[in-house]
């Protein structure tokens, strides 16, 4: 396991934006999952690399709007959230997967027990 820890969330009117940071201390991907009050987790984005190959993936009610990208020389992650929706509310997590080998980036986002080490949440409420 890594050390997970995000930041970034915070109120927003609806259209507006938002940049959510993932820190991890190790890992060959990581993603993005929220989870609203009432509702299941679902994974929004994730990215995964090894050698190589990498990928990214985009969850349909994002695609357009949130965009993931990482800064390999922070270890950092992050989110950049536009036009943002108040069906965007939930509270973020970030995951880590620290094992070895290559996974698609679809494949992360929606088998979330390939990740090994989640952060704490992040809250994003967007008003309408």
């Known amino acids: 396991q890594v050390q997970v820890v995000e930041s970034g969330g915070g109120l927003v009117q609806a259209g507006g934006s938002l940049r959510l940071s993932c820190t991890a201390s190790g890992g060959y991907g990581m993603g993005w999952f929220r989870q609203a009050p009432g509702k299941e987790r679902a994974g929004v984005s994730c990215?995964?690399?090894?050698?190589?190959?990498?990928?990214?993936y985009y969850a349909d009610s994002v695609k357009g709007r949130f965009t993931i990208f990482r800064d390999n020389a922070k270890n950092t992650v992050y989110l950049e959230m536009n036009n943002l929706k108040p069906e965007d509310t939930a509270m973020y997590y970030c995951?880590?997967?620290?094992?070895?080998?290559?996974?698609?980036?679809?494949?992360?986002?929606?088998?979330?027990?390939?990740?090994?080490?989640w952060g704490q949440g992040t809250q994003v409420t967007v008003s309408s």
């Open positions: 995951a880590a997967k620290s094992s070895p080998g290559y996974s698609s980036a679809y494949s992360l986002c929606n088998s979330p027990q390939s990740f090994d080490s």
């Open positions: 990215i995964s690399w090894y050698w190589a190959s990498a990928s990214t």
